[in-house]
């Protein structure tokens, strides 16, 4: 049984599988020639643009850049947008793929940092962000969603902070994409970050970004690209800034495949399904002798993360019993969110994360229940 | 070599713009075809917009009416 759909979603709609297997047999590379090979791969790339743009309320489909996955976005948008001496300010909810690009500018561009906080709960308020903000205040970058607990930040009104005070707006939507719904204009989102193998069921090796109509974000490589062959710089019009060499057209054509298939079953049908497994999975642990659960379930809006710990049990003893004992996949350890298991005092300890899918069950959610009294009654 | 006619070449300067010219003239049945960028239009995508000399003003006015992004527009002997 797989429990650890926030890493990576392992089963995939089979529609995801036979594009793949299709385009391995078909495909050209996009964007190299006007042959039928290479402008069926220019067509899966484009109407994966198109269908994400859709998706996600950005304006242009030539600003979705695709990318390897939402860390590659990230770096991207980070390194490619924040001048040396800005000061951004984060939160302590983000995952690795956020802090290190931060450090690393911090470090070499004199970048200053200032962390949003999160309480008891791993949970951060939009005024907080507020109260961060200096003269020198440039960005705010922040995640939709904690990768450990599943904790929602409320990206409309952090949004609406920077619109009011002039700030570019980066958001990782890691563990929010084909979950929840992300509309780009509502809620004032500069640069959306997204990888395509968790919530949209795509591949691995497939991600991208959106970019906001007049956000520029700085060339990173350079390399051929199809176009504009005789100039010696990378070209300027976005995707092609951003895309040097071949893109993973195998791996987007199952990405687009898995975008339809996402439209077809609605992203709120989905959002439902995951929030009552992990409700159902939460309501069944929660009154367990020694279960400590880091998730919070009463919030208006969640994923299907569940982070908990047995006693004082080390979290990757308990991940590993579920695996060997009861045939389980959970993560165990400090999911690369290192400021938000100080935030919730689980350094030591780490959490063991339950993670829930469109295609889990909830015959599957007993079991996993059934697993937890067990190992708590140890 | 095959008898060349005057036909209507549509540029762009990047590949997605080229494959939003397709995707919309498809759904919508408008004329033409992706070609290679013959030598005599100078562009920085190496996709062009091919159709009928006839059929440019209704391109143009639908490209122009959708706010569709192109480079150039050219007539050019081709097969």
């Known amino acids: 049984m797989y429990f650890d759909n926030a890493a990576t979603t392992r089963t995939k709609p089979q529609c995801v599988i036979d594009?793949?297997?299709?385009?391995?047999?078909?495909?050209?590379?996009?964007?190299?020639?006007?042959?039928?090979?290479?402008?069926?791969?220019?067509?899966?790339?484009?109407?994966?643009?198109?269908?994400?743009?859709?998706?996600?309320?950005?304006?242009?489909?030539?600003?979705?850049?695709?990318?390897?996955?939402?860390?590659?976005?990230?770096?991207?948008?980070?390194?490619?947008?924040?001048?040396?001496?800005?000061?951004?300010?984060?939160?302590?909810?983000?995952?690795?793929?956020?802090?290190?690009?931060?450090?690393?500018?911090e470090k070499e561009k004199d970048v200053t940092l200032s962390f949003v906080r999160a309480d008891k709960g791993g949970n951060v308020k939009p005024e907080q962000f507020e109260e961060l903000i200096t003269p020198q205040t440039k960005a705010i970058v922040c995640t939709h969603a904690s990768n450990?607990?599943?904790?929602?930040?409320?990206?409309?009104?952090?949004?609406?902070?920077?619109?009011?005070?002039?700030?570019?707006?980066?958001?990782?939507?890691?563990?929010?994409t084909g979950v929840l719904p992300i509309?780009?204009?509502?809620?004032?989102?500069?640069?959306?970050?997204?990888?395509?193998?968790?919530?949209?069921?795509?591949?691995?090796?497939?991600?991208?970004?959106?970019?906001?109509?007049?956000?520029?974000?700085?060339?990173?490589?350079?390399?051929?690209?199809?176009?504009?062959?005789y100039d010696k710089e990378q070209p300027r019009d976005y995707p092609t800034r951003l895309e040097a060499g071949t893109l993973n057209g195998h791996g987007i054509a199952g990405l687009y495949?898995?975008?339809?298939?996402?439209?077809?079953?609605?992203?709120?049908?989905?959002?439902?399904?995951?929030?009552?497994?992990?409700?159902?999975?939460?309501?069944?642990?929660?009154?367990?002798?020694?279960?400590?659960?880091?998730s919070?379930?009463?919030?208006?809006?969640?994923?299907?993360?569940?982070?908990?710990?047995?006693?004082?049990?080390?979290?990757?003893?308990?991940?590993?019993?579920?695996?060997?004992d009861y045939d389980m996949a959970t993560r165990a350890g400090a999911h690369c969110a290192p400021l938000m298991h100080q935030a919730l005092g689980t350094t030591e300890q780490g959490a063991v994360r339950f993670s829930f899918s469109w295609f889990n069950t909830e015959e599957e959610v007993d079991a996993a229940i059934a697993a937890i009294r067990e190992l708590a009654e140890e | 070599m095959r008898e060349k006619t005057l036909q209507l070449v549509i540029s762009f300067s990047s590949t997605a713009h080229a494959m939003a010219v397709e995707k919309y003239c498809l759904e919508h049945d408008l004329p033409g075809r992706l070609i290679p960028v013959p030598k005599e239009v100078t562009a920085g995508c190496g996709l062009a917009w091919k159709a009928a000399l006839s059929e440019k003003e209704i391109l143009l006015e639908a490209f122009e009416k959708e706010n569709i992004t192109y480079d150039g527009v050219y007539e050019v002997l081709l097969r």
């Open chain 1, 19 to 105: 594009a793949v297997c299709d385009a391995m047999t078909s495909m050209g590379n996009a964007s190299r020639g006007a042959h039928g090979s290479a402008l069926s791969a220019s067509r899966v790339v484009y109407h994966t643009r198109a269908k994400l743009a859709e998706m996600f309320h950005c304006k242009r489909p030539d600003h979705v850049i695709l990318t390897m996955n939402a860390t590659e976005s990230l770096n991207i948008a980070i390194r490619g947008t924040i001048a040396p001496g800005s000061h951004v300010i984060t939160t302590d909810m983000e995952h690795n793929s956020v802090l290190r690009p931060l450090y690393l500018l």
């Open chain 1, 183 to 229: 509309d780009m204009e509502k809620m004032n989102i500069d640069i959306l970050c997204f990888t395509g193998h968790k919530g949209l069921m795509g591949p691995q090796g497939t991600g991208g970004m959106c970019i906001r109509e007049g956000v520029e974000v700085e060339v990173f490589k350079c390399g051929g690209s199809g176009v504009h062959s």
């Open chain 1, 257 to 294: 495949a898995a975008l339809n298939y996402i439209e077809e079953v609605g992203i709120s049908a989905i959002e439902q399904k995951e929030n009552s497994l992990a409700m159902r999975f939460y309501e069944g642990i929660r009154h367990i002798d020694g279960i400590r659960i880091y």
């Open chain 1, 148 to 176: 450990l607990t599943g904790n929602v930040v409320d990206i409309e009104a952090v949004g609406a902070i920077c619109k009011k005070h002039g700030l570019l707006f980066i958001v990782d939507a890691s563990q929010t």
């Open chain 1, 296 to 324: 919070d379930m009463k919030a208006k809006q969640h994923t299907g993360v569940v982070a908990l710990n047995i006693r004082d049990y080390d979290s990757a003893m308990v991940a590993d019993a579920l695996s060997e």
